[in-house]
């Protein structure tokens, strides 16, 4: 396979949308937001006029830029105008406590945060007290279909913090009203956009990704495996925030010429419903909850003689967490187009393996993407030149590819753990059959010491998905006199849900026998609880932190 060559002189803004209008692509809807839809040219019109406001501004080259925002266009102007003006890109969540994001506010030291006026209210005492921030650019928090544009005013609070303040109306307005400044020009290794980690054990790490590492899995990703194509309209379930909707629902069709189609409400079954009726999607980016709670949203629609149609999507995209394969099955039976599981992190910016058109096998992530080397390595592996585990034993996975990142931003310990040259730690357990395929076995840290014996909440969790009444389960460790035990949180299936505490008792028990049956005994849940949800965490995986906190 050949390699992509980036340039030299590369940045992204232009690969990703000023290289269409070059194409001829300037009346193409670019992006539809409800009733409304802004073609290639209108988001470059309104991306510009952004970059000349941050130039002026001293926004610019390595300049960090705070951006947290929900999904609407705005996101998409600013993330553009960011990239484009030199600038580095960090993205927040929100619906993040405000704590949460006044740590990141201050941790990477950005000089501008752009958000709506609830969050910037929510920041107030982080603005006044930044010592790095000199700019808030404020952005309407607008229903699907609303105007981004709309005027504003800046809230008496927001005033004399120390940093200016300024509306996004006013901004596009100046913008377009100014001189041309010329953008600085930016190399392929040039810091662009700094991915968080999930933060499973502490505090989120920026990864610190540079212009090529995006084009570079644009490329092997998107284009030569999955195949994005300009008819294509794109849909997430996962918000723009998240490095894994970033690229499946923006950088990925704006590279092809394609359609991103943005929802800004909360992504609940409904929510996403609703935009799969009115934008009829070619690519869905899901999850494996969301894939569970669609099928019982589906069946409940059903029963009212209103089925979800979901004829127009060609594929879905998983990632995030495992998908287990009754749930794969029970959704590709419900609704024909293929599902591509796969695995990606911060560290690599996305997906380096997984499963592709014409080459799915349930339960697996599949194969490596072209252009990426893996590697199933001992635990205690100091380096990536160790000898692989044997066929079907469990090692943890290590990853080699140009989308590498630099390093964790202000923790030199943490990245000599985890970076090795050109080769990624990722800390994810796998086994390999013969055929090359690999299979998840959970993370390193994830495991519980039962009996003595390691077990993985995973393979407890698909067993337990695989008993006909359970539509989610989640694993953790619960102390039984100083002893670490399974405990599993279910979710029970619609129509199996029991009306009394003796039908509950015995579906508990029930679980258990299933999971004694098909498992090693020291492996079943000691204690089952039946809820209505899985809580989430900003990723949309299930956050067993709260699990943990519920013991």
Known sequence: MTLPQIPETFN??????????????????????????????????????????????????????YLVL???????????????????VTLGNPDAPAEDLAYVLDYVRAGLLVTTPKTALALAGAIGQGQHLGHVLLVPDVPTGGDCEEALEVPEALKGLGASVAAL???????????????????????????FTSGSTGRSKAAMHSHRDFAFGTEVYAKRTMGYRPDDVTVSVPRLYFGYAT?????????????????????????????????????????????????????????????????????HLSAGEALPPTLLERFTARWSAPVYDGIGSAEMFHIYCTNRPGDVIPGSLGRAVEGYALRVLPEE???????????????????????????????????????????????????????????????????????????????????????????MAAVIGAEDEGLVKPKAFVVVRQGARPVDDAARAALVEALQAHVKQHLSK??????????????????????????????
């Not at 390193?444 to 969790?461: F, I, N, R």
Request: charged share 25%; proline share 6%; with cysteine.
């Open 12 to 65: 992204l803004a232009d690969y990703y949308l000023f290289d269409r209008l070059g194409e001829g692509l300037g009346d193409k809807t670019a992006l539809r937001f409800g009733g409304r839809a802004y073609s290639y040219a209108a988001i470059a019109e309104r991306t510009s006029a952004l970059v000349q406001w941050m130039l002026r501004h001293g926004v610019g080259l390595e300049q960090r830029t």
């Open 70 to 88: 929900p999904d609407t266009p705005a996101f998409a102007w600013t993330f553009f105008a960011v990239l484009r003006a030199g600038g580095v």
């Open 169 to 195: 109306s006013v901004v596009l307005g100046a913008g377009r009203a100014s001189e041309p400044v010329p953008c600085p020009l930016t190399h392929r290794d040039d810091h662009a956009i700094w991915l």
């Open 247 to 315: 690229g499946t629902n923006l950088m990925f069709p704006f590279a092809v010429g394609a359609t991103t189609a943005l929802f800004s409400e909360r992504p609940t079954p409904e929510a996403l419903a609703n935009a799969i009726e009115r934008d009829r999607p070619t690519i869905v980016t899901n999850v494996p909850t969301m894939m569970a709670k669609l099928l019982e949203h589906d069946a409940a629609r059903a029963a009212e003689g209103r089925p979800l149609d979901l004829g127009s999507v060609r594929f």
């Open 381 to 471: 592996a100091e380096g990536a030149g160790a000898a692989e585990v044997g066929p079907g034993e469990i090692g943890v996975l290590w990853v080699r590819g140009d989308s590498v990142a630099h390093g964790y931003w202000l923790d030199r310990e943490k990245s000599w753990r985890t970076f090795h040259g050109h080769w990624c730690r990722t800390g994810d357990l796998f086994r390999v059959d013969e055929r090359g395929y690999l299979w998840f076995a959970g993370r390193a840290d994830d495991l519980l010491k039962v009996s003595g014996l390691w077990v993985a909440p995973l393979e407890v969790e698909t067993c337990l998905c695989e008993h006909p009444a359970v539509a």
């Open 522 to 551: 020291h492996k079943y849940p000691r204690w089952i609880e039946l809820c209505d949800d899985l809580p989430k965490n900003d990723r949309g995986k299930v956050d067993k932190k709260a699990l943990k906190a519920r013991t």
